[in-house]
């Protein structure tokens, strides 16, 4: 499968459009078959240098490309896309693991985000406004900050690389681009797009290593202005205090711990069928995946039996097959993390269903966990708080629509909620308490839509967000523009007749 899809055996940084030839190589493995599918260079802070001096002069010139002609070479990379989009999915899924399914949904993300962009390429909309002085002109426009660095993760390691690197390149702005090394190949794969679309050769630079080398490089780099980082929360705390002693511009974009709420007078089948997909669809695996489930005491056990009924379902295994639902974990140290905390789970509430890594037959050569499904734990217990990032669910019931509320908004995480009700009251005066980034009504915690903000509060981001006119703000300086057109020295803020 691997050879009918990439014709390489090794991957390779490409700066100032030349493919660098590779030293120290890692192996990216198939997390459902442990098959190595490709290698990858270990870069070290050296590449980075040398792509940083090649965007610096790129982006000179890239800057100077109107952006309707930016916009153009967009929609190209959005047709290149479209046109490659089922080769692309089934890439996704050999590095990742994700059901094809999903990965055409993460592909699609992609192309959205490119046609959506490319749009911007014709407003990337400044302000005009009044002058307090007669003959006076004043606008406020949007200039690019110069060279950018993304780090981009494994568990949608195509579209949010768009959603970072499409607003960045439409702004004006040199990319250097360090993609997670479990998934590179989708790295490879959206720079030979960016080529044949006709970018700029240095205006888009990839960089393969570890975050300790490329990451601690691209931080470190002064001629590197802004950091765009989506990973784990204790990573992008330590890239912020860094880029904070900088005064580097940093966006961030972490952890979650995602909850859907069931009220009493809930469609409990619809909030089972949301609870099952946001829970246990990409293995759990997604920022906003649902991780606790905060339910009206009176519906918990009816909403159990629901759940555990739709979960037979869940067929397990390797995502180019038709009939898997949920694929594999990325990596040994995934499922490590997973298990200690199902050992958590047991000693603090009820381990309902699951609960155990799948090892023999069909697993014995790939990264397996079943759903798994936790009851009658309390808001405040360690299953209920902390990140697991696995298809790990927590049940918490509730006497009330308040206590659904206060649960919520008690982890230190802030991405995504959702609350299933018929009650038109609840739900805006949900979307008004819940202290989260998005917030969905009758519909899990996942699905996100490129052309709205993507992001969260709290422990979750820094207050930038990714996606949606937003992401803008983050690759641009707003620049203050006065023309005085009197002819003759006029001062403001001088108090004269
Ligand atoms: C992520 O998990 O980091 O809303 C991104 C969603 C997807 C994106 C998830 N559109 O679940």
């Known amino acids: ?33 442990g098959e190595t599918i490709v290698k990858v260079p270990l870069s070290k802070g050296n590449s980075v240098d040398k792509a940083v001096r090649a965007a610096k002069e790129a982006q000179k010139e890239w800057a100077q490309v109107p952006a309707p002609m ?24 050999l590095e990742n693991g994700k059901v094809l399914e999903e990965a055409r949904g993460e592909v699609q993300e992609g192309i959205d985000m490119a046609f959506y962009m490319a749009g911007e390429g014709r407003r990337m909309f400044g302000q005009t406004t009044n002058a307090e002085l007669k003959d006076k002109f004043a606008m406020s426009v949007r200039a690019p900050v110069g060279v950018v660095g993304l780090i981009t993760p494994w568990n949608f390691p195509i579209a949010i690389a768009t959603w970072k690197s499409f607003p960045a390149i439409m702004a004006g702005n040199a990319v250097i681009w360090k993609p997670a090394t479990e998934t590179p190949i989708m790295a490879n794969e ?18 393969y290593g570890r975050g ?54 809930a469609d409990l089948d619809l909030a089972a069928d949301g609870i099952v997909w946001s829970a246990f669809g990409t293995s759990g695996q997604r920022c906003t995946a649902c991780s606790r489930v905060i339910v009206h005491e009176d519906v918990k056990e009816d909403l159990e039996k629901l759940v555990l009924e739709k979960m037979k379902e869940l067929k397990i295994g390797d995502g180019l097959n038709k009939d898997v639902k949920v694929g594999p974990i990325i990596n040994q140290a995934g499922i490590d993390k997973i298990k200690s905390y199902i050992e958590i789970g047991k000693g603090e509430a009820t381990l309902l269903v699951g609960g155990n890594e799948l090892t023999g037959g069909e697993y014995k050569e790939g990264l397996f966990f079943e759903p798994t499904v936790f009851t009658d734990a309390k808001m405040d217990m360690r ?20 206590e659904a509320i206060e649960a919520n908004n008690s982890v230190k995480y802030g991405l995504s909620s959702s609350i299933f009700t018929q009650d038109i009251n609840k739900v805006f005066k949900a979307q008004r308490d819940l202290d989260t980034g998005i917030v969905y009504v009758n519909a899990g915690t996942t699905g996100a839509e490129i052309h709205l903000p993507f992001g969260g509060t709290k422990a979750t981001g820094n207050g930038h967000r990714d996606s949606g006119v937003q992401a803008l703000d983050v690759f641009t300086e707003w620049k203050a523009v006065y023309v005085d057109y009197s002819g003759k020295l006029q001062r403001a803020q001088i108090d004269v007749d």
């Open 190 to 207: 959206l720079m030979e797009i960016f080529n044949e679309a006709g970018l700029t050769k240095g205006v888009v630079n990839v960089v």
């Open 212 to 265: 300790s080398d490329v990451g601690e490089a691209m931080v470190h780099h002064d001629d590197i202005r802004v950091i765009s980082f989506t990973g784990s929360s204790e990573t992008g705390s330590n890239i912020a205090a860094e880029c904070g002693r900088q005064l580097k511009k940093v966006s961030l974009e972490m952890g979650g711990k995602n909850a859907v709420i069931v009220m009493d007078d």
């Open 383 to 402: 299953i209920a708080q902390e990140e697991i990032f696995g298809p790990v669910v927590t049940m918490i019931p509730v006497k009330s629509f308040e």
């Open 70 to 93: 930016r916009a153009e070479i967009m929609f190209e990379v959005g047709r290149i896309m479209k046109e490659r989009k089922e080769h692309i999915s089934k890439l996704l899924t």
């Open 1 to 33: 499968m691997t050879k009918e899809l990439l014709n390489k055996d090794v991957l390779k940084n490409h700066i100032n459009g030349e493919w660098e030839e590779p030293g120290e190589l890692g192996s990216v493995n198939n997390p459902a078959t």
